[in-house]
């Protein structure tokens, strides 16, 4: 029964019009992202500028610290990832994250030593983290299944926007001869934040943290606006209402404790050992060599000259955000375990022959052997982009259930974030000690990576995020229960409906 509807609570800003809200949606997704992915390859660009690395006397344990501090920031900001979004809404959250990365970009401009330079990235990365604990449980939250995996999956790989762009402004800002050759560069992390400020007031906000919160009407009113312009279907919109909150009353008495002790309970054992693994694996699988230490490939790989580094950083990054965009769409196609198997194991392939290649032609001037290397890292960067880049802010999401998701995303980037703080000081070291013996040890862990997604990982192709939760907990979602009349029912008889549908669920 398709009527129309008055708006009393969602901003007549939101647009009902599918065809504008869509692009907006995804516009989020690419800002937060870019805004990740300059913010976190920054760094790369800045350490082949001669003027950065001079300007603080750089040696191997400053550069170290210097990469590490985003990720000491990112670990603070994992401890507030959780409580912020759950307490004043996934949108306002990206506000606030905004306001931390202006302090943080300011900062690292200014910078007048080391010390202010570090202090600075810390900050940078507490704001990096906030965002992207809320934007994809944003997006998760209101997108249709159908929809879910591509902008979600497109959510990360939009990381290679802001990485691209970092690298073109390097590119652009070497031949300065004055330290603004690394301070505008710097400065510049504030065009996504701006931009992302200015597009959250037009997207709505999440129907299930709404309803969490008891404002159910508006919730209505976003499941309803999500159905698209001329798809004002009330009943319908009451049913997806209805389902909604089934899943969260079972889950407030399935989960009545504090949602960081829930998350250790046997119940959620899965759900915990998937977070767990794969935060650990996303800074592991050998891509952080390539975002972080890319200088130190090339000199080691023969290619020395600061212009051709900087060329094939904008070139590689060119390579990811297109490999990136086709396994966004295959997500939905070959699944997410399909293509997390693929994906490693490509990596595993080509860390063996990058060894190989810089063991026989890295202080050679073979000029076909040096091209072949640069070849297999693109191959490898493609293998990661086309696997790993789009799940890293889908499945996380997928896998945990609303009460759980922000702790889930906090616990994912908790060790993500630490992975990448040790990545960052011992990678360096490694590589300068181990030399090609090292791409050879990294394939080694990525095989058994391999094991541990055959083992844990759950296929969520094409399930709302209400069915994803029954499958982890064994249980059925009845979409053809009773539909409720309306949002306003007597909370008593409502819970006794509540009661029946799980109870049925059970017994299925």
């Avoid at 709505?204 to 279907?233: C, F, H, Y």
């Avoid at 769409?329 to 194991?345: C, T």
């Amino acid at each position: 029964m398709a009527t129309n509807f008055e708006r009393r609570h969602v901003s007549k800003l939101v647009p009902a019009d599918h065809r504008v809200l869509m692009p907006l949606l995804l516009a989020v997704a690419v800002i937060n992202s870019a805004t990740l992915g300059y913010d976190g390859s920054v760094m790369n660009g800045l350490l082949i500028l001669p003027s950065y690395s001079e300007y603080f006397h750089l040696t191997t344990a400053t550069e170290g610290l210097n990469n590490a501090a985003m990720w000491i920031g990112h670990i603070i900001g994992a401890f507030i990832t959780q409580p912020i979004p759950d307490r004043i809404g996934r949108r306002r959250t990206i506000y606030v994250s905004a306001v931390v990365l202006a302090v943080g970009i300011s900062l690292q401009a200014a910078a007048q030593n080391i010390a202010m330079f570090v202090v600075a990235r810390i900050i940078v990365g507490i704001g990096a983290n906030i965002s992207s604990g809320a934007a994809p449980v944003l997006l998760a939250e209101l997108l249709p299944p159908r929809q879910r995996a591509r902008i979600l999956g497109l959510f990360f790989s939009c990381y290679f926007v802001g990485s691209l762009t970092s690298s073109i402004i390097n590119y652009g800002s070497q031949n300065m001869q004055s330290t603004w050759a690394w301070r505008l560069p710097s400065l510049l992390q504030f065009v996504p934040s701006l931009v992302a400020i200015s597009i959250v007031p037009f997207v709505p906000e999440s129907p299930r943290w709404l309803i969490a919160k008891d404002r159910n009407d508006e919730a209505l009113e976003v499941l309803i606006i999500m159905q698209g312009k001329g798809k004002t279907d009330i009943r319908k919109g009451k049913e997806e209402l209805r389902v909604i909150r089934d899943t969260l009353m079972r889950e407030a008495r399935e989960l009545p404790r504090n949602p960081w002790r829930e998350i250790l309970t046997k119940a959620n054992r899965r759900r915990l050992v998937i977070l767990v693994t794969f935060g650990s694996m996303i800074e592991m699988f050998g891509n952080f060599i390539i975002s972080y230490y890319l200088t130190k490939i090339l000199d080691q790989a023969g290619i020395t000259a600061t212009k051709t580094q900087t060329q094939v950083q904008v070139i590689i990054n060119c390579w990811s955000f297109a490999i990136a965009i086709l396994g966004s769409f295959m997500l939905d196609i070959l699944g997410r375990r399909i293509q997390m198997f693929i994906g490693v194991g490509g990596m595993v392939a080509t860390l063996l022959l990058i060894g190989g290649l810089i063991k026989h032609y890295g202080e050679s001037t073979y000029t076909p052997g040096i091209y072949g290397t640069i070849a297999v890292i693109f191959l490898f960067q493609g293998f990661y982009a086309f696997s790993v880049t789009p799940l890293t802010s889908l499945y996380p999401t997928e896998v945990s259930p609303l009460k759980l998701r922000t702790t889930g995303i906090a616990i994912f980037r908790m060790l993500d974030s630490g992975f990448g703080l040790l990545a960052s000081f011992a990678m360096a070291y490694a590589m300068a000690d181990l030399g090609w013996k090292f791409y050879f040890i990294n394939a080694a862990w990525d095989f058994v990576y391999i094991i541990i997604v055959y083992f844990t990982f759950v296929e969520t192709k094409g399930l709302t995020l209400e069915e994803i939760a029954a499958k982890f907990e064994k249980i059925e979602v009845m979409p053809d229960a009773e539909v409720q009349t309306g949002v306003d029912e007597d909370s008593e008889s409502y819970t006794s409906k509540a009661e029946e549908v799980v109870s049925k669920a059970r017994e299925v």
